[in-house]
C-alpha cells in the first residue's frame, strides 16, 4: 500500500513527518547523533535489512538531513553525517526520548541513558516556552491554519 505524501500540507508536522517520519529514519538520526557513520555500522546497530537501510539512507540523503562524505580514515568509503538540518532534529529526539522515559518503563526497567559530557548527568526535561519565557501547556495553545510567520508576528506586534 502506498503510503500518503503530505509535501504540500500546511500543517509543520505533517510534512515533518513526510521527511522523517518513518521509525527507521528516527532511529538512524538518532545513531548519527551519537557518532555512527557508516553504513555497515548502522546495519549492525539497527538489525535492520540492508535494502531498508539504504533507502531510508538515500531519503535522508535526499531530505537534506545526511550527506554523504568521504570516510575520515582515507579508505574508499563514503560516510554519513548530520547536516544542519539533521542536527536540528536534536530536540525532537530528546523530547521523543524524554516522553518514552516517563511514559513507556516501569521505574525499575532497565534502559540506556543519554547524559551530557561535561556533568555526566541526564538532560534536564524539555519544556515548551511562550515568547515572555513562560512554560505552555496544551491549553495555552492555539492554532492559527493557513497563516504566513510574518502575518502572525505584523498581529501580534
Not at 539504504?54 to 545526511?66: D, E, F, P, T, Y
Not at 521523543?96 to 525499575?108: D, T, V
Amino acid at each position: 500500500m502506498q503510503r500518503k505524501s503530505f509535501h504540500g500540507n500546511i500543517c509543520p508536522v505533517a510534512r515533518s513527518l513526510d521527511s522523517i517520519g518513518e521509525w527507521w529514519s528516527l532511529l538512524i538520526v538518532r545513531d548519527a547523533m551519537v557518532g555512527v557513520r557508516r553504513f555497515n555500522d548502522f546495519q549492525r546497530r539497527l538489525g535492520l535489512a540492508r535494502n531498508v537501510l539504504s533507502a531510508r539512507l538515500k531519503k535522508l540523503v535526499a531530505n537534506g538531513i545526511l550527506e554523504q562524505v568521504p570516510a575520515t580514515d582515507g579508505t574508499s568509503y563514503q560516510e554519513y553525517v548530520l547536516t544542519e538540518k539533521g542536527n536540528a532534529l536534536l530536540p525532537t529526539l530528546i523530547a521523543l526520548r524524554q516522553w518514552g522515559e516517563q511514559y513507556l518503563f516501569s521505574e525499575a526497567e532497565p534502559r540506556n541513558t543519554l547524559v551530557d559530557k561535561k556533568h555526566k548527568k541526564p538532560l534536564r526535561k524539555m519544556q515548551v516556552y511562550n515568547a515572555d519565557g513562560e512554560t505552555c501547556t496544551t491549553s495555552d495553545l492555539t492554532l492559527i491554519v493557513g497563516s504566513r510567520q510574518e502575518e502572525v508576528e505584523e498581529k501580534s506586534a
